[in-house]
């Protein structure tokens, strides 16, 4: 008995994803088009549109997904911490060791970027799903920083916008210049600037109360 739309809906748009995926990271996204993506997947034009509004939006779709594994990713590494070693440090190296997967997202995701940057509308759609990223990722850092003992010395979703754009700055330094450009070691430099321990500071998200000048 065959299936039921609603019950091909799930296994449709899987087919696609991995079909827009595996063409974006071997052309590039512009470079792909909704014909390239239902050739590969097997699928009609009908059956694209059925599922998605343009290739923007199943871009977006790929965005979310690689978001959730992610913040999965780091909440686990943040539930078994390393003796040792800053709780914020081992995150990054979590991240870090996705090396070739990492590199393909970077690559599909900063392309989509410059695209987004060009097209306002495209702009303010990839700017909310951004802040859910960020936001679980100040989550995740709020977490482990309270549980190491550690504070931040800026506001915590700050740290996370800082350590964001290191990490894709950087990133993009070692595309270009290989391994031989040292920058392995900054974000550890960076992480143990921006934390010290709770009890040394007031948290960063509050004022610190004026001292009466009368005392």
Known sequence: ??????????????????????????????????????????????????????KEELFLTLYDGHTDRLLAELADAAAHPEQGKHPLVQLQERIAGRTHRERQWFLVSMEFTLHAARNPAVAQELATHEERLN??????????????????????????????????????????HGTAHH???????????????????????EPTEPQDKHE
Request: proline content about 7%; cysteine-free.
């Open 135 to 176: 936001q679980g990722l100040t989550e995740v850092l709020t977490a482990t920083l309270a549980r190491s003992g550690e504070a931040p010395a800026v506001p915590t979703a700050d740290l996370t916008r800082l350590l964001v754009a290191l990490f894709e700055g950087l990133t993009a330094q070692r595309l270009i």
């Open 1 to 54: 008995m065959p299936k039921s739309p609603t019950k091909r809906r799930p296994l449709t748009r899987a087919a696609l994803t991995e079909s827009a995926w595996a063409l974006f990271t071997e052309k590039g996204f512009h470079a792909t088009s909704i014909s390239d993506i239902v050739d590969r997947a097997g699928l009609t034009r009908g059956a694209f549109y059925s599922n998605y509004r343009d």
């Open 183 to 205: 920058t392995h070691d900054l974000v550890p430099q960076v992480i143990h600037a921006l934390t010290r321990p709770a009890h040394s500071t007031a948290a960063p998200d």
